[in-house]
């Protein structure tokens, strides 16, 4: 079952209509107040628990993204993580990082 909005996949039809409403069709009030990211559920948010300049020690693979928390990080992939993988250069030197925490990371020591 292919979601017509993103082309995600899924095994089964009610996977497809909870996708559909998580991340098409409800609205979505919960703001991280950092990062602007918005979010139908309250609990969503919670696992974003966006913290910039924190660590985010649990990373995805296939987009890079970086989480706090490791059930963050599972919530990211089990919602259909459809980015593809991202290289991040850093704009003071010739390095490249396959991650954007990495990144971060490494331009804070410049």
């Known amino acids: 079952y292919a979601c017509q909005e993103c082309g995600r996949g899924f ?3 009610s996977d ?3 996708h559909q409403d998580l991340k098409h069709t409800l609205p979505k009030p919960h703001r991280c107040r950092l990062c602007g990211q918005e979010f139908s ?3 969503s948010l ?5 913290a910039r300049g924190s660590a985010h020690p649990y990373a995805c693979a296939p987009c890079g993204r970086g989480f706090s928390q490791k059930q963050a990080l599972l ?3 089990q919602a259909g993580c459809s ?3 991202s290289e ?5 030197c010739a390095e490249v990082f396959s991650l954007h925490s990495q990144l971060k990371e490494h ?4």
């Open 107 to 110: 331009v804070e020591l410049h």
């Open 75 to 77: 919530h990211h992939q």
């Open 46 to 50: 919670q696992l974003h628990q966006c």
């Open 11 to 13: 095994a089964y039809a």
């Open 88 to 92: 991040f250069p850093c704009p003071s």
């Open 16 to 18: 497809l209509l909870h």
């Open 41 to 43: 559920l309250r609990s």
């Open 83 to 85: 980015k593809p993988p």
